[in-house]
């Protein structure tokens, strides 16, 4: 399935500014899948989100995560946050889903 964009980095494409807002998923080293949607735009952070897992669409982000972080920069709120580890099971009932920090205006 072919994308539009299919690699974008956390440079907005209007302005040459870095999204205002980070959102920052980091793995507890147990394979978990994310979603994370927003009411603006939203870039993975990463020079290459195709390798990191992470897919950009409109107003959300999606991917998986085993170690490590991945970092998604925002413009508007935090609309949704899904997190699952590899059985399916969402957060908060596994404690194996990886952490979301979420950080305005930096």
């Known amino acids: 399935m072919a994308r539009d964009n299919p690699v974008r980095t956390g440079v907005h494409s209007k302005t040459d500014e870095p999204l205002p807002n980070l959102v920052t998923i980091v793995g507890r080293g147990v394979p978990a899948s994310f979603e ?3 009411d603006g735009e939203i870039e993975a ?3 290459d989100p195709v390798s990191d897992t992470t897919i950009v669409s409109g107003s959300s982000a999606e991917g998986m995560i085993e170690v490590g972080v991945t970092r998604l920069r925002f413009s508007g709120e935090l609309a949704n946050v899904h997190l699952a580890d590899w059985n ?3 957060a908060p009932e596994s404690a194996s889903t990886p952490s ?3 950080e305005y205006n930096v």
């Open 36 to 38: 994370v949607t927003v």
């Open 100 to 102: 979301v920090h979420v």
């Open 88 to 90: 399916g099971t969402p």
């Open 45 to 47: 952070e990463s020079d």
